[in-house]
């Protein structure tokens, strides 16, 4: 298995994507940074211009790279697979004396991971930053994570797995629609679901909720290769 998602990592390469992910990271940074400490979120008067709930530093940072990287797995899963079914290189693969499941499941993991990793990452950092300014300037938002804390490091691995497997959902969407763009427009239906407010309800703060749609999102993970011996190539 590890060969096959080294294979997708250099069939696709791996680089550009890398080059993408830590462009975004910087502009992720920047951007929450002067959300912080440049005052962009505040209203004339100096006030922080933020819903109840949302005055905490965390929830901005997780809001953004939560969207930034379910758009970005699922751009990757589209060119991984999707586009690989469309431009017909999935022929070649499924021609290799190996089953057509484990291949399509090597071309998940191999996303996935990359964006589990990247995601923790651009997260760490991002904190990191706020926590560096906050000792320096004072921020609008409240500090309200401890770096220093194992729980801290708890959520924000649970959070990443969260997001990256929502991804399958957009995935099966863009196989059962053969189409990369359905899978790239799923995951901004995906966010406005999961991120989005209707009047003081939402669905982003709801503990069991995480828990419910890791098991949706693998359960569509399952789907995406299941019985996959037996369809014909899009």
């Not at 994507?17 to 975004?24: L, N, P, Q, S, T």
Request: glycine residues 6%.
């Amino acid at each position: 298995m590890l060969k096959l998602i080294k294979l997708e990592w250099k069939k696709n390469p791996i680089g550009k994507y890398i080059r993408g992910a830590v462009i975004m990271a910087g502009m992720l940074g920047l951007f929450t940074f002067a959300l912080a400490y440049l005052g962009i979120a505040n209203d004339p008067d100096g006030t922080l211009d933020a819903a109840p709930g949302t005055d905490v530093i965390s929830a901005p940072i997780e809001l953004f790279t939560s969207m930034a990287f379910l758009i970005y797995t699922s751009v990757m899963l589209a060119s991984f697979i999707v586009s690989a079914y469309k431009n017909k290189t999935m022929n070649l693969m499924f021609s290799y004396p190996i089953k057509r499941q484990k291949i399509l499941a090597a071309q998940m993991i191999a996303v996935w991971s990359f964006n589990f990793a990247a995601l923790i990452l651009t997260k760490l950092a991002i904190y990191m930053c706020v926590y560096i300014g906050a000792e320096f300037m004072q921020s609008s938002f409240a500090i309200d994570f401890d770096i220093g804390s194992i729980s801290f490091y708890i959520q924000l691995i649970f959070k990443s797995a969260v997001i990256v497997s929502m991804s399958f959902i957009a995935l099966f969407a863009g196989m059962a629609a053969k189409s990369s763009k359905a899978t790239i427009i799923t995951s901004f239906l995906l966010i406005f679901l999961t991120q989005a407010n209707v009047g003081d309800f939402t669905l982003a703060g709801n503990v069991a909720f995480p828990v419910v749609l890791t098991v949706i999102s693998l359960g569509f993970a399952v789907l995406s290769i299941y019985n996959v011996e037996n369809k014909d190539l899009i």
